[in-house]
């Protein structure tokens, strides 16, 4: 079964520039999304199709995916930002995570 | 406004069916491109996508769970429904229904998700 790889955790100083990665066989053939999710709520599309940014999610969020990497760029981090993000992405018409990595502002 | 709510029993047996049921409003299931997937995550671990069910009823399952999987839709009451049968604890998790929207590139996204219903498998 297809898998994605991240980091288990990424910290980042506020205003500096966090980046969380996701890995793949191929992945860069694939579309990547992320999702932000804070403890307590449910989960937010920040980035689909690689780099498309949905109404409303802040400027700040962009994303890239070639080769077997897809990577999530914060620029500006803010301590809103905390939280976990998660890769995803479809193998054929299954849906597959990856396992998350915890942002840390501090 | 797009909004989906999930609702189904807090607490389920051992070798119990659960039944889930995803109630949303803001969009139509027979619009084109129109999807919902249910997706779970138990407690301190990952995301995990269970299902999904398309604007023409096509039906799409986890490859690890899919002989426990059941996903219908209900388009006049603007209700899916999940079901998963013989229930163990590893299921205790958030189960979430998200809307799921067709991108024009085919590309799939959970755009908006409802706030999620803990399960816990115990006797």
């Known amino acids: 079964s297809y898998e994605l790889t991240q980091p288990p955790s990424v910290s980042v100083s506020p205003g500096q520039t966090a980046s969380i990665t996701c890995s793949g066989d191929k992945l860069g053939d694939k579309y990547a999304c992320w999702y932000h999710h804070k403890p307590g709520q449910s989960p937010v599309l920040v980035i689909h199709?690689?780099?498309k940014r949905p109404s409303g999610i802040p400027e700040r969020f962009s994303g890239s995916n070639s080769g077997n990497t897809a990577t999530l760029t914060i620029s500006g981090t803010q301590a809103m930002d905390e939280g976990d993000y998660y890769c995803q992405a479809w193998d054929s018409t299954t849906a597959v995570f990856g396992g998350g990595t915890k942002l840390t502002v501090l | 406004q797009v909004t989906l709510k999930e609702s189904g029993p807090a607490l389920v047996k051992p070798t119990q069916t659960l039944t889930l049921t995803c109630t949303f409003s803001?969009?139509?299931?027979?619009?084109?491109?129109?999807?919902v997937s249910w997706i779970r995550q138990p407690p301190g671990k990952a995301l995990e996508w269970l299902a999904r069910?398309?604007?023409?009823?096509?039906?799409f399952y986890s490859t690890s769970l899919k002989t426990r999987l059941t996903i219908s839709k209900d388009t006049s009451k603007n209700q899916v429904v999940l079901t998963m049968t013989n229930m163990g604890p590893v299921d205790t998790a958030t189960y979430y229904c998200a809307r799921t929207r067709k991108a024009a590139t085919g590309d799939y996204a959970f755009d908006v998700w409802g706030q999620g219903t803990l399960v816990t498998v115990s006797s």
């Open positions: 069910i398309d604007w023409d009823d096509d039906k």
């Open positions: 199709e690689d780099t």
């Open positions: 803001g969009f139509s299931l027979t619009t084109s491109g129109m999807c």
